[in-house]
């Protein structure tokens, strides 16, 4: 137990890996952070056009009542509220 490797030089197979230039690099990195987003927006979501859909929607209706409301002249005003 305990052997120490440090001292042993480095075999041929792992001197000869080529690592790509840090453009090629970048480009992966962000490929496969796509691909991971990609895959979180869908997990648990049987279809996932139909919940894109619901969300576009629903930001739809929020712009036209902001929109609204900016054009009535009331866009902060007080809401009555009935306990």
């Known amino acids: 137990m305990g ?3 440090s001292c042993c030089r480095p075999s041929d197979s792992t001197q000869n ?3 790509p230039d840090p453009e ?3 480009q992966q990195v962000l490929e496969a952070a796509e691909r991971r987003r990609l895959e979180q927006e869908s997990r648990g ?3 996932v056009d139909k ?3 619901a969300q576009q ?3 739809e209706t929020e712009r036209r009542q902001e929109e609204a409301e900016r054009a ?4 902060g ?3 009555w509220q009935v306990d």
């Open 77 to 79: 005003g007080l809401k």
């Open 3 to 5: 052997i120490c490797t």
């Open 24 to 26: 090629v690099r970048r």
């Open 72 to 75: 009535s002249g009331h866009g």
């Open 45 to 47: 979501v049987k279809d």
């Open 51 to 53: 919940v894109k859909r």
């Open 17 to 19: 890996l080529v690592t």
């Open 57 to 59: 929607r629903k930001e």
